[in-house]
C-alpha cells in the first residue's frame, strides 16, 4: 500500500496566473502529436505533408477540447452544468471525456476532410496513431489532479488517495492502469501495425477497438462517477456503455478491410 504522493497541481503561479500540470499534460499531448505527425509525413505513400499536420492540429485541439469537454457535460453532469453553466468553462478543475473528445476529433476531421479534399477514414488512419501519447499524458494529469481514482482493494499497490470523497481509502490507481494501456500498449500496437500500407480505415478500426477494450477492462477497477453509479445490468458504468459502440466499429473497420 502507498500513500498518495504529495503534487501540487500548480507548477507555477504569476500572480492571478496558474500553470497547472493538468493543463501541461495538454500541453504535452498536443505536442507529441504534432511531432509524430511530422514524423509520418515524412513518408510519401502516406499522402500527407508537415504543412497539412500543422493545419490540421489546429483544427484538432479545438474539436478536442471542445468535444471533451461538452461530451463531459452531456454524459457525466448534465444537472450539474445546467444549474451552474458558468462552471463549463472551468475546465482547469478536471472533467473531460474522452468519447466526447472523439467525437469532437471526429466533427474537425470531417471538416478538414471537405475542405482538403481527403477522405474522411485515410485521416482517421493518419491520426489515430497519434492519439495514445496525449492518452497517457491526460491520464497522469488526472493522477495528479486527485481525480477518477480507482475502486477500493487490498492489492499490495494500492494508492490511499486523500480526501473526504475518497475516503481515505486504498484504492487501485487506475489512471495509472489506463496511462499503460491506454497510452503504452495501444501505442506500440497501433504504430507498428501503421507502419506499412494497410487497407483503409484497418488503422482507425485497431484504434477504436484497442482502446474501447482498454477502458471496458479498466471500469472494472475504477470508481464509477458517483452521480451515475451503474448504468446496465447493475454493473456496466457509463464508461463502458460509451466504450461498446467503439468496439463494434472498430471490429468492423478491421473486418471491412478493401471494401471501404
Given at each position: 500500500?502507498?500513500?498518495?504522493?504529495?503534487l501540487d497541481p500548480v507548477i507555477l503561479s504569476l500572480g492571478p496566473l496558474e500553470v497547472r500540470?493538468?493543463?501541461?499534460?495538454?500541453?504535452?499531448?498536443?505536442?507529441?502529436?504534432?511531432?509524430?505527425?511530422?514524423?509520418?509525413?515524412?513518408?510519401?505513400?502516406?499522402?500527407?505533408?508537415?504543412?497539412?499536420?500543422?493545419?490540421?492540429?489546429?483544427?484538432?485541439?479545438?474539436?478536442?477540447?471542445?468535444?471533451?469537454?461538452?461530451?463531459?457535460?452531456?454524459?457525466?453532469?448534465?444537472?450539474?452544468?445546467?444549474?451552474?453553466?458558468?462552471?463549463?468553462?472551468?475546465?482547469?478543475?478536471?472533467?473531460?471525456?474522452?468519447?466526447?473528445?472523439?467525437?469532437?476529433?471526429?466533427?474537425?476531421s470531417w471538416l478538414f476532410a471537405r475542405r482538403r479534399g481527403k477522405s474522411l477514414l485515410d485521416?482517421?488512419?493518419?491520426?489515430?496513431?497519434?492519439?495514445?501519447?496525449?492518452?497517457?499524458?491526460?491520464?497522469?494529469?488526472?493522477?495528479?489532479?486527485?481525480?477518477?481514482?480507482?475502486?477500493?482493494?487490498?492489492?499490495?499497490?494500492?494508492?490511499?488517495?486523500?480526501?473526504?470523497?475518497?475516503?481515505?481509502?486504498?484504492?487501485?490507481?487506475?489512471?495509472?492502469?489506463?496511462?499503460?494501456?491506454?497510452?503504452?500498449?495501444?501505442?506500440?500496437?497501433?504504430?507498428?501495425?501503421?507502419?506499412?500500407?494497410?487497407?483503409?480505415?484497418?488503422?482507425?478500426?485497431?484504434?477504436?477497438?484497442?482502446?474501447?477494450?482498454?477502458?471496458?477492462?479498466?471500469?472494472?477497477?475504477?470508481?464509477?462517477?458517483?452521480?451515475?453509479?451503474?448504468?446496465?445490468?447493475?454493473?456496466?458504468?457509463?464508461?463502458?456503455?460509451?466504450?461498446?459502440?467503439?468496439?463494434?466499429?472498430?471490429?468492423?473497420?478491421?473486418?471491412?478491410?478493401?471494401?471501404?
Open positions: 500500500m502507498t500513500s498518495y504522493p504529495d500540470w493538468y493543463g501541461m499534460m495538454y500541453v504535452l499531448g498536443f505536442g507529441s502529436a504534432w511531432l509524430l505527425g511530422r514524423l509520418r509525413a515524412r513518408q510519401a505513400w502516406r499522402g500527407w505533408s508537415a504543412g497539412e499536420v500543422d493545419d490540421f492540429l489546429a483544427w484538432l485541439v479545438v474539436g478536442l477540447v471542445l468535444g471533451a469537454r461538452l461530451g463531459y457535460v452531456l454524459f457525466y453532469e448534465p444537472g450539474h452544468f445546467l444549474a451552474r453553466p458558468q462552471d463549463i468553462i472551468a475546465v482547469w478543475k478536471g472533467g473531460m471525456s474522452f468519447h466526447g473528445g472523439a467525437l469532437g476529433v471526429l466533427a474537425a485521416i482517421g488512419d493518419f491520426i489515430t496513431p497519434l492519439a495514445p501519447p496525449g492518452l497517457f499524458f491526460g491520464r497522469m494529469g488526472n493522477f495528479i489532479n486527485n481525480e477518477l481514482w480507482g475502486r477500493v482493494t487490498d492489492a499490495p499497490w494500492a494508492v490511499v488517495f486523500p480526501g473526504p470523497e475518497a475516503g481515505w481509502f486504498p484504492r487501485h490507481p487506475s489512471q495509472i492502469y489506463e496511462a499503460l494501456l491506454e497510452g503504452v500498449v495501444l501505442f506500440v500496437l497501433v504504430w507498428v501495425f501503421s507502419s506499412r500500407p494497410r487497407p483503409r480505415g484497418a488503422v482507425s478500426g485497431l484504434f477504436l477497438l484497442g482502446y474501447g477494450c482498454a477502458r471496458f477492462l479498466v471500469e472494472f477497477f475504477r470508481q464509477p462517477d458517483p452521480q451515475l453509479g451503474y448504468l446496465a445490468l447493475g454493473w456496466l458504468t457509463m464508461g463502458q456503455v460509451l466504450s461498446l459502440p467503439m468496439i463494434l466499429f472498430g471490429a468492423f473497420l478491421l473486418k471491412a478491410g478493401r471494401r471501404l
